[in-house]
């Protein structure tokens, strides 16, 4: 980047999907390392209540209520943006929805609407802010996930919004790098994250939807968010769950496969039966809103990451472990490789 970007408490940023889960995690971290916020989300008035609290506390903040999938609702944001603080530093595409069951289940309209949200929210806010970025500089801040490099069963249209995000994000970035505009592209991939998800997700699903362990707090996604708003980082895994799951998605898929076939299916999905008239965020915000964690769960929710920290902001030391990692189970491998052909 010809531009190095700006610490966090000299930045204004952009964050969608504001007001729940990871996004809402991100603006209240931001928030207090003092960065300048412009806000977007559905629901007016989750958006207003969540400003009157950031300014309750000292902090600056707008919002806009926004529907992500509609274009000239981003431009809308974007102009609010420059109005109010004349630019923007880091856009973060975090909106996002999700739908539980089997292809045949889900209607087309609902997957169209899923792709509206997950992808097409995301081509809008990335276009938008680069056109705003073009002099500035800035960051673009776009959430994938660990399905961003692999899919799973049930959830196979959210696996393949992800996927459509990777590459959007990777092709975008390398157009931005051909023209040598000063602007940074960073795919955030979390691992499950103990966050509204299931709650806010459609099923089609016999029983309430579940995140499969491992799972990891919402404070590590806003944290690898704002290192990147930093260091321009081009991927961070969030969990090494998602890095685990990437790497044996490339290395053994057919065998991943089965795997997933095996627990997957089960995984899924609590033994509480689904309730006929649960609300969703599809179509519409749904709530409880301002809320980042669900924190009702079958597993563990992991408050730390030392793969992530260690590939962040431990980077030496986390390069070297890794690679020592790698030629020590290479060693290991070639080992049992000669044990076995001697025996």
Do not use: C
């Not at 971290?29 to 958006?47: E, S, Y």
């Not at 806009?64 to 943006?81: K, M, N, Q, S, Y």
């Not at 997700?201 to 404070?219: F, G, H, I, T, V």
């Not at 898929?253 to 089965?258: G, N």
């Amino acid at each position: 980047m010809a531009k190095p970007l700006k610490p966090i408490s000299m930045q204004v940023i952009v964050i969608t999907g504001a007001t729940s889960g990871i996004g809402l995690t991100t603006v209240r971290a931001a928030a207090a390392k003092g960065a300048r916020l412009v806000l977007a989300a559905r629901d007016a008035a989750a958006l207003d209540q969540l400003v009157d609290e950031l300014r309750g506390q000292g902090h600056e903040a707008i919002a806009l209520p926004t529907d992500v999938g509609v274009r000239a609702d981003v431009e809308a944001l974007g102009r609010a943006a420059v109005q109010r603080y004349g630019r923007v530093d880091t856009w973060v595409n975090n909106a996002g929805v999700s739908i539980y069951g089997r292809h045949q289940d889900v209607p087309l309209a609902d997957q169209e609407r899923l792709f509206q949200t997950n992808f097409w929210g995301v081509v809008h806010g990335s276009l938008v802010a680069l056109d705003l970025m073009r002099g500035s500089g800035g960051a673009i801040i776009n959430l994938g996930s660990e399905l961003s490099d692999r899919a799973v069963p049930l959830q196979g249209m959210y696996s393949a919004s992800k996927h459509a995000v990777k590459g959007f994000t990777d092709s975008l970035r390398m157009e931005v790098e051909k023209d040598k505009l000063p602007v940074s592209l960073t795919l955030i991939k979390p691992a499950g994250i103990d966050t509204m998800y299931t709650k806010h997700a459609r099923n089609y699903l016999e029983y309430e939807p579940e995140l499969p362990a491992p799972l990891y707090a919402p404070d590590l996604v806003a944290d690898a968010i704002l290192f990147a708003a930093e260091s321009g980082d081009r991927d961070i895994y969030v969990g090494g769950a998602s890095r685990m799951i990437s790497a044996e998605g490339g290395l053994m898929p057919r065998l991943l496969d089965k795997f997933m076939n095996a627990v997957m299916f089960k995984q899924q999905h609590t033994s509480q039966l689904a309730s006929p008239d649960r609300q969703d965020s599809l179509y519409a915000s749904s709530g409880p809103h301002l809320r980042e964690r669900l924190g009702d769960h079958t597993s563990k929710v992991h408050e730390r990451s030392a793969y992530t920290y260690l590939t962040t902001r431990g980077k030496p030391l986390g390069i070297a472990l890794l690679i020592g990692g790698a030629v020590l189970g290479a060693m290991m491998a070639n080992g049992a490789a000669r044990k076995n052909e001697s025996g």
